[in-house]
């Protein structure tokens, strides 16, 4: 069994993500194999990871995803690996549910039999933190807290404290402690983490990390809290019999670059398998589509920061609509769909030309206008399949869609129902061949969904 350790937060905010990056970083430097994984629909915090272990990062979610689907994607991204380093999402317990684990650090934790190193805000305490770990290490049974991170710590003495607290209580030990400005901060927006990709001094700040945390942390016996005490040569993983490489059923372009990056790595890989040979493209820098594409795929991002370049770039956007007028597939996700609308309002209230295609325009807020996992059903037959056709997946935005709008001959395909309740409400936008939402839907809660879009583009 592959090493793997979970590194979680008592809560947000907490600089999980930081020592997450530091301890992989640390890892690789010492010519390890890490294999990143996040828990949850976070896109950002992966692109770190990759840049930090050089290894594609894969979102584990028991919400979007079967508890069966997570075991088999740890167990192939690991079967080369030496250790897996799951960074948890929110607060340990925090997930889907407010009453159970599902979505959460903790239960992918136990589905795992992954130990849990928790990362927890030690300013202004002494005794207080070691009650606040007795509670997360006995909230849930079968929860392994195995050690713990003192993280705003505010000296050496201040740790010994923690430790000798901890000790006392009969609670696991004190792994190690950092001071307040012990990382370099993580240049970050609206939506978590700026993408390593538009930033530049990316691998510095990465390599700033992973040196404070070799230097503060023993690495080896974090090594030996992933469980093995010493290096393996070579990983026992069963790989999951390859299938043959897929007849190729079309080109799919994908959107890719500082505007446009949101996108699950095995959703892509998915896609791959089902017999679509993959280009990317970038609505920022290319003139034009590529040559001989038969859809077009635009994921989530930031538009609204590149908003002013994407809108001068008439001819991509002129080669967009022209393609959507050949009926040819064109799926948009959140950042995409604003893409594809007429304009989009920044937040300093400057109105930007977009491609055109879909019957609003959006704007952009100062708060976050919907956050959370969503379930979607089709209405009527879409790319995805149909009527009755389930994919889940997750909203998160501060824009919304500039109404009153004409609908026209455009029609909303989605009955989606938020996972904490609320009801029903309509959603989507469909016409022809185009599909656009606010949704980005995993398609490994339904893989069917993404053989009928290889379908659609065989077709086309």
């Given amino acids: 069994m592959v090493p793997r350790l979970v590194i ?232 999951a019999k390859l299938r043959p490489d897929p007849v190729c059923r079309g080109t799919l372009a994908v959107a890719m670059d500082e505007a446009f990056s949101f996108y699950y790595a095995d959703n892509l890989e998915l896609l791959r398998s089902c017999g679509l040979r993959i280009v990317e493209f970038s609505p920022l820098h290319d003139a034009e589509l590529p040559p001989g594409i038969d859809g077009l795929y635009l994921g989530g991002g930031y538009p609204e920061e590149h908003a002013q370049q994407l809108s001068a770039n008439s001819s991509m956007r002129e080669s967009i609509a022209r393609f959507a007028e050949t009926d040819r597939p064109v799926y948009a996700e959140c950042g995409g769909m604003m893409y594809l609308a007429r304009t989009v309002v920044d937040r300093d209230g400057q109105t930007w030309q977009m491609a055109g295609l879909l019957p609003f325009s959006t704007r952009m807020l100062t708060r976050s206008k919907r956050l959370g996992y969503v379930s979607t059903t089709m209405t009527e037959q879409t790319l995805f399949g149909p009527p009755g056709t389930v994919l889940r997946g997750h909203e998160y935005h501060y824009s919304e869609i500039v109404e009153p709008f004409e609908f026209g001959s455009w029609r909303q395909p989605y009955l989606l129902r938020d996972s904490r309740g609320g009801g029903e409400r309509s959603g989507g936008f469909a016409q022809g061949n185009i599909l656009a939402s606010y949704v980005h839907q995993h398609f490994q809660s339904n893989p069917l969904a993404a053989e009928t879009l290889a379908e659609a583009l065989n077709g086309a």
């Fill in 8 to 239: 979680a937060g008592t809560r947000s905010g907490v600089g999980k993500t930081s020592l997450a990056l530091g301890i992989m970083a640390a890892l690789k430097s010492r010519g390890l194999r890490v294999q990143p994984f996040k828990v949850g629909p976070d896109y950002l915090d992966p692109t770190w990871h990759r840049l930090a272990t050089g290894r594609v990062s894969y979102n584990l979610d028991t919400w979007m995803l079967s508890r069966e689907y997570v075991k088999r994607l740890f167990q192939q991204k690991t079967a080369d690996a030496d250790i897996a380093i799951i960074e948890g999402v929110m607060g340990l317990f925090d997930g889907a549910s407010t009453t159970g684990l599902q979505g959460s650090t903790a239960e992918i934790a136990s589905l795992l039999n992954a130990p849990i190193l928790l990362v927890a805000d030690a300013s202004g305490a002494g005794r207080s933190f070691a009650a606040g770990i007795k509670g997360f290490s006995e909230f849930e049974p079968g929860c392994c807290v195995a050690a713990v991170i003192a993280n705003y710590c505010g000296s050496s003495r201040h740790a010994t404290m923690l430790q000798e607290a901890l000790t006392g209580a009969g609670l696991c030990k004190l792994a190690g402690w950092f001071s307040r400005d012990a990382f370099p901060e993580l240049p970050s927006r609206h939506l978590g983490l700026q993408a390593p990709q538009s930033n530049a001094p990316g691998q510095s700040v990465i390599e700033a990390i992973g040196l404070a945390v070799q230097q503060q942390l023993d690495m080896d016996a974090i090594y030996r809290l992933a469980g093995q005490d010493s290096i393996a040569t070579s990983a026992s993983n069963v790989l």
